[in-house]
């Protein structure tokens, strides 16, 4: 189905004083496996550091709510563990951006496929300041979303698993494609939500021009 998107101007530029001028939007992206703590660190970067998050499962999970063709087939993906295509995730997420005036968007849950990051880089020419990656041994994760009980669909061993293979599958490639753009920031998101914060609060109170040491393994880059 064709879907109207709008372009990085008409989403990033203000008019201001009868002028058009840019304005400059700085984004994060918040990756790791399902149940790594993206949502919970994210609500604790956001108050500390002034970001807007975006949860763009949350925002899939709305368009489901809304009743809508789009939401019911969302909705079936969803169970069975799968990716949404990511015209539908991108369109939606632009959507919610442009109902915000914020200069800082923290986006969880984005990009999960090279897809995802092929159609938001088509789309708004940006790229992400950093991208922090929480990296979080899969037991403990597994572990985390049985006892998540927020009544998600998803949340039973049979989708996680299913969820599991996908992050292993279409995610870490996205991860490889950052890292060398050296735009990685890994945290040990094994540990307890303090502990995981204040490794976050590191990264976040740091300049830009804080470069974060070379990676040691081999990167296979994503033909975009
Ligand atoms: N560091 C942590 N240690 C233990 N439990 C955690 C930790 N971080 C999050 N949780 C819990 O694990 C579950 C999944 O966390 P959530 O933030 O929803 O992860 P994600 O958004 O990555 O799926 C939630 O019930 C949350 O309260
Ligand atoms: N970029 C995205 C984000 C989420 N989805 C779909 C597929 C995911 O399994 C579900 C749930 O995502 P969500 O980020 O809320 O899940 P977790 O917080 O990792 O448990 O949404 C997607 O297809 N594309
Ligand atoms: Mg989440």
Known sequence: MPYSL???DELFTEDDRGSAKQKKVKIVFV?????????????????????????VGEILRQEISSGSETGSMIQKIMKEGKLVP??????LLQQAMQGINSDKFLIDGFP??????????DLTKMEPEFVLYLDCP????EKRLLSRNEGREDDNVETIRKRFKVFMESTLPTIEYYESKGKIRKVDAGKSVDEVFESIKVIFSQGKDNKV????????????
């Open 138 to 141: 899969q037991d403990e994760m």
């Open 112 to 121: 999960r496929n090279e897809e995802n990051v092929k159609a938001f880089e």
């Open 31 to 55: 990756i790791g496996g399902p149940g790594s703590g993206k949502g919970t660190q994210c609500k604790r970067i956001a108050q500390q550091f002034g970001y807007t998050h975006l949860s």
């Open 86 to 91: 990511s015209d539908v995730t991108v369109r």
């Open 6 to 8: 709008l372009s990085a």
């Open 213 to 224: 040491p070379p990676s040691r393994h081999k990167c296979k880059c994503l033909i975009l």
